[in-house]
């Protein structure tokens, strides 16, 4: 329809129903586990560009019509049209006053809108994508009173949480400004059942008068009013729902209390924590993190495990995943990518995060630096990794490696520290640590920033003769506690007892007996050991027992240890280690004197010499570490870090190949109509027909002509080369920047080509992008919503050791730089075994290029059972991957290979850490830890199950043995 011959109708009577704005199911509504309130089926892939409805009939004019009126009510100055199509409805409505009028869409659909009304402002938006809506919510946000129109908009989207946080930001300024929202209500469109997915193939999932208005509520909106409208002058069921929203602080705020989140402020910073004080076991990081929040304004802490919020501080704004995700509706799918769900949700509800802190210790981040590098999280929010600790730190200071599992540990570590925007260390020591371990860090970007400690006793009083010596910290070899075991021999005990010790006390966590010199020092001394204390107990301890007392920390090679403050903040006299990060820790000279080399019989000198001090020179001493403890504070809060990471916006150009051999016409005909339904098509689309029978190559020929609407080549193979050889043959052909392949059985979603490009422009070191991929048995319906039990491969996309034994690399549907695979020699064609993108993958990393991962699926794979990877031979596969990397000969990589697969397939702790694995997935496991967890918030009835469990046990135990006697 043109603007020539376009009639606007007129207005309908709207029969709008006010609701309580109070009632809600649950706070999962809003989430993709729970289909995003819908109870019915939904698609992963739709017509984008087809809505499938008659051009020459005006759609959703009451919409219009009733965002007009209130605009003239209130005399809005600006109207906000998102999704705005062809601009028609908008312009014949509000191009007569003096309105600033702005029409929102994809770059692809505002070309007719520019045509049609070319004085409204247009903007281009993916209204999917948080980068480009939180940037457009930023220019509109001004308090100017806002009509915003979004007509028949949300059920074409996948993910509606961007659109909708998108609408709410812009209400926020005014509390005049209104939303007019409408889509299709499903319980009037004459189906037969209502859970079925949609009908028109351009929506995504539908919903009924109640699921919209929970949806909203949830979403933070006030619901003024709710009704039907009509889809059409001719609908005569009135089948459209309308909403009018609004925002309103009460509403929003019962949305974030509905979610756990129990700030008043905005939320601008979130740190992730494995530890908390008060909640889990916690040592430093705990208390970092701790320490952080309390003198951080405006932020919260998202932990990676659940808790008893009963057991949480008042002051603490502390969010749990199962806050913001029904975990039940979830598959296994580890903690880093629960923690990226749990952001993105984070991020729906509290859009003006500016600032995702993490811990880079066991990597819980790396899933959220990926998905900010790749462009799925927002320019706006800076990624900051505190480094305390990784697994090569705890080898180092433990002296001993670690197993196969700290290898993948070590991996996601690493990428969690190089993909951040800013990284943070306590110290040099760790800096260089990690450096010369390999891990690259941006100098211009890493901050050394010493941590803050906050319980400083205000007074220290006098001090006494030394008449117990302490340990403080975990009782293993990294803490030292070797080496102060082994100092107490006879000889020096006996010394110790004459100059006046008569206490020995250890601190700490692990075994408390079997220690060397257990019993000389029991013989000796009292002996108070002390395992179940807190950092609450730790420091009341230090305080009561300062002024008499030598406190000792011989600490191996560690980073900043927050138990030298505990000491020293609260008015101990302590002897540590020299080394790792403790040199750093204070300033004044003075620290020097109480350091000592770790060799027993230097940790024996300094434990003679800091008891034979004077009174006044422990006072001066304890007085001049504490001074500096509180310049170290200043410091610490002062710290600003870098701007987040941003890049130009200018994609690169891109080509899909799609390697064909003998494939069921039908299941390339999907692929081809799934192609025509990317959100940014590629160039060109480049076919290598690998020697398939006369037959398929007519059907492909046919059905390329017919069903493919991108320009397209297709060349033809005199000999089958395999699938290595068809993607050289595809890539030699390639004219543009990217090369993305599509094996011709998959499909790809909607977002495949676009998420690809975005990850590939925006990291210049990738030389791919490799998406999650999502599987589905061949013959089943590919276009279902799936929330729960779809396997899914998440690969890391770096380690090339660990990558020996399993690919954790990348799959084949993925997108490859053009002139690095070229540079490359593209894919191995001497064989046509299996493992060809293994071994690919394998020799990117060789070449000390980087894999980027999208962690989303954005690709499915169509299992069979004849698939290439279940009926292969495994060897020579196996060959493949020994290929020869650059630095490495091929003997040595197989060797390499070799010893990574003997090692994985050992027995022993790996065998058991697996089976350990298997058994805490069991279903029984989970729903008895469930019971515990929420029989730990009634205490008496806790205690009382536990007693009689015990009880139980006990006289099972006495049962048996009278058996067996």
């Known amino acids: 329809m043109s603007s020539d011959t376009f ?164 209400l926020t300024g005014s509390g005049k400004s209104r939303c007019f929202l409408s889509t299709p209500d499903r319980s009037r469109l004459g189906y037969a059942s209502l859970t079925n997915k949609p009908a028109n193939p351009a929506h995504i999932r539908e919903w009924t008068n109640g699921e919209l208005r929970n949806l909203l509520m949830s979403s933070g909106f006030n619901v003024v009013q709710i009704g039907n409208i009509r889809a059409n002058v001719y609908d005569e069921r009135n089948s459209t729902i309308l909403a009018e929203c609004s925002f309103d602080k009460k509403s929003y705020q019962r949305s974030l209390t509905r979610a756990g989140i129990a700030a008043s402020d905005a939320i601008l910073s979130i740190m992730l924590t494995t530890e908390y004080p008060g909640l889990i076991n916690s040592g430093g990081i705990g208390t970092f993190v701790a320490d952080w929040h309390r003198s951080t304004q405006n932020s919260a802490i998202l932990t990676s495990f659940d808790f008893d919020t009963n057991e949480k501080s008042p002051r603490d704004s502390i969010i749990s995943p199962s806050n913001l995700l029904d975990q039940s509706m979830m598959d296994d799918v580890g903690i880093p990518d629960i923690l990226l769900q749990s952001v993105t949700q984070l991020l729906f509800l509290c859009p003006e995060i500016k600032e995702i802190h993490y811990q880079e210790y066991l990597g819980i981040g790396f899933r959220i630096a990926q998905a900010k590098r790749s462009g799925i999280l927002p320019d706006s929010i800076s990624i900051i990794a505190h480094c305390h600790g990784n697994q090569h730190y705890l080898e180092n200071a433990n002296q001993t490696w670690f197993g196969e ?21 306590p110290s040099n020591y760790l800096w260089n640590l990690y450096s010369q371990s390999g891990i690259q860090i941006n100098a211009d970007t890493t901050l050394v920033c010493p941590y803050q400690y906050t319980n400083i006793i205000p ?93 000792v920390e011989p600490y191996r090679g560690d980073n900043f240890p927050l138990a030298v403050f505990d000491v020293v903040g609260n008015g101990g006299v302590l002897l540590a280690g020299n080394a790792g990060g403790i040199p750093e820790m204070f300033r004044t000279n003075t620290w020097r004197e109480c350091l ?9 000198y300094k434990i003679r010499e800091l008891i034979d001090w004077d009174n006044g020179k422990k006072y001066r001493i304890a007085s001049e570490l504490i001074d500096d403890l509180g310049e170290i504070n200043r410091i610490a809060s002062s710290v600003k870090h870098s701007e987040p990471r941003k890049t130009d916006g200018k994609l690169l150009s891109s080509t899909v190949m799609i390697p064909f051999y003998n494939t069921d016409i039908s299941e390339f005909v999907d692929l081809l109509k799934a192609l025509n339904q990317q959100s940014l098509r590629p160039s060109e689309v480049i076919i290598v027909n690998d020697a398939s029978n006369y037959k398929s190559r007519q059907e492909l020929e046919e059905a390329a002509e017919k069903y493919l609407e991108i320009p397209y080549k297709i060349i033809d193979h005199a000999v089958n080369c395999g699938l290595a050889g068809a993607r050289n043959t ?172 003997a090692t994985s397939g050992a027995g022993g702790i790996v065998e058991i850490q697996k089976r350990l694995h298997a058994l805490e997935n069991r279903k029984i496991l989970r729903i008895t830890d469930a019971i515990v967890f929420r029989l730990r918030r009634v205490p008496i009835v806790y205690s009382a199950l536990r007693f009689i469990a015990r009880l139980t046990w006990s006289l099972a135990i006495r049962f048996r043995r009278g058996l067996r006697s």
């Not at 706070?27 to 109870?39: A, E, H, L, S």
């Not at 991996?411 to 260390?425: G, M, P």
């Not at 000592?596 to 024996?604: C, E, Q």
Request: charged letters at 25%; one cysteine or more.
């Open 7 to 170: 009639v606007m109708p007129g207005p309908a009577e709207i029969n709008h129903r006010p609701y309580d704005n109070a009632n809600i199911p649950h706070q999962y509504v809003c989430t993709p586990q729970w289909n995003f309130g819908v109870n019915a089926g939904a698609r992963v892939l739709n017509d984008i560009f087809n809505d499938g409805l008659t051009s020459d009939i005006v759609w959703q004019p009451d919409t219009y019509h009733a965002a007009r009126k209130y605009a003239d009510e209130i005399g809005a100055k600006r109207v906000i049209d998102i999704g705005c199509g062809s601009a028609l409805k908008l312009k014949s409505l509000f191009s007569d006053g003096d309105l600033d009028v702005i029409a929102v869409d994809f770059a692809g659909s505002l070309v007719a809108a520019k045509e049609n009304y070319p004085n409204a402002t247009h903007v281009e938006c993916d209204l999917t994508s948080w980068n480009e809506v939180l940037a457009v919510a930023d220019r509109y946000r001004d308090g100017t009173p806002t009509v915003v129109i979004c007509a028949d908009v949300i059920e074409h989207i996948s993910d509606p949480r961007p659109l909708l946080a998108f609408i709410r930001t812009l």
């Open 405 to 425: 599992e700290a290898q993948v540990y070590a991996v996601k570590e690493k990428i969690s520290i190089e993909l951040a925007d800013s990284v943070v260390f």
């Open 459 to 551: 007074e220290i009083g006098p001090y006494g003769n030394v008449k117990r010596l302490v340990f403080v910290g975990k009782f293993m070899p990294m803490k030292g506690f070797d080496l102060f075991c082994a100092a107490l021999d006879e000889s020096f005990c006996k010394e110790l007892k004459a100059k006046g010790i008569e206490e020995i006390s250890l601190i700490g966590r692990g075994r408390d007996t079997g220690f060397e010199n257990e019993r000389v020092i029991k013989r000796r001394f009292k002996l108070s050991v002390h395992t179940n204390f807190d950092q609450s107990k730790l420091i009341n301890f230090i305080r009561e027992n300062r002024s008499d007392s030598l406190f």
């Open 596 to 604: 000592a080399d770790l060799t027993v019989d230097t940790l024996r």
């Open 730 to 901: 595809a890539l030699s052909a390639c004219k543009t920047d990217l090369i993305l392949n599509a094996d011709s059985d998959d499909i790809p979603l909607n977002d495949w080509v676009k998420s690809i490009v975005v990850a590939l422009s925006r990291d210049p070191m990738a030389a791919a992008a490799v998406p999650y991929l999502g599987a589905f048995d061949a013959g089943s319906d590919y276009n279902r919503y799936v929330a729960k039990g779809q396997y899914t491969y998440r690969p890391l996309g770096d380690g090339f050791v660990t990558s020996q034994t399993h690919n954790d690399l990348g799959h084949a549907n993925s997108g490859y730089r053009v002139s690095v695979a070229r540079g490359m020699g593209g894919w191995n064609a001497s064989s046509k075994a299996k493992y060809e993108d293994w071994a690919f993958y394998l020799n990117v990393l060789a070449n000390g290029l980087r894999i980027a991962i999208i962690p989303t699926v954005t690709c499915l794979y169509r299992v069979r059972k004849n698939s290439m990877a279940r009926t292969y031979a495994e060897w020579p596969g196996q060959v493949r991957l020994y290929q020869t990397t650059n630095g490495l000969s091929r003997f040595e990589t197989l060797q390499l290979q070799r010893l990574s697969r």
